[in-house]
């Protein structure tokens, strides 16, 4: 944090014990996202009636570049949060849920699947149950009839097109997970 936090107590006296659980969560914030700037925090009592204890009502207010995240807990009726320390969890489980997403939105993270291996059949020898499949490098790289998906060894032809998943066998690399690349499949 760039900025030291910020804690205020409102309507309640300052609990040194309270502040420090909230400096420890809001530490803990930096570990998602470590270009805070600054973090202020409001614990404030809402008296509700005589007959029960007071609820309390939490605010995080997170600044990061370009952007705020505010969370505000409000407890209606939730018994839970007669006790701060829980209303302090609650707020900082929310803030830190909104601020994992912020960071992700900068990393502009987004999901990527690994693009299977592809090559062509190189040489079939249908009567062992097995062929070879050239890389684009120029490998060779065994196959059983076994690995197999979707096709025989006999719908196979030399310069077919495949997909494979690279693996280490017993002899060196082997393909595993070998399917036909069809019209409607073009290789990525």
Not at 27 to 55: F, M, P, W
Not at 138 to 153: T, V
Not at 162 to 173: F, H, I, L, M
């Amino acid at each position: 944090m760039q900025l030291p936090l910020q804690v205020q107590f409102r309507d309640m006296d300052a609990s040194e014990a309270l502040e420090a659980d909230i400096r420890e969560k809001a530490q803990k914030l930096d570990e998602v996202y470590d270009r805070i700037t600054s973090c202020r925090v409001v614990v404030e009592a809402r008296h509700r009636h005589h007959n029960k204890g007071n609820i309390y009502h939490v605010r995080v207010d997170v600044t990061v570049p370009g952007d705020e995240i505010v969370v505000s807990r409000e407890p209606h009726d939730d018994h839970s949060h007669e006790d701060p320390y829980v209303s302090v969890r609650d707020a900082f489980q929310a803030a830190r849920r909104q601020l994992e997403s912020f960071a992700r939105r900068q990393r502009r993270h987004v999901k990527t699947h690994a693009v299977p291996a592809h090559g062509r059949i190189a040489s079939l020898f249908p009567e062992e149950g097995f062929g070879r499949i050239e890389t684009p490098d120029g490998r060779e790289i065994y196959f059983h009839r076994n690995s197999l998906l979707g096709a025989d060894l006999d719908q196979l032809q030399v310069g077919s097109e495949v997909r494979y998943a690279e693996e280490q066998g017993d002899n060196g690399p082997q393909a595993s997970s070998v399917s036909l690349v069809g019209k409607h499949h073009p290789v990525g």
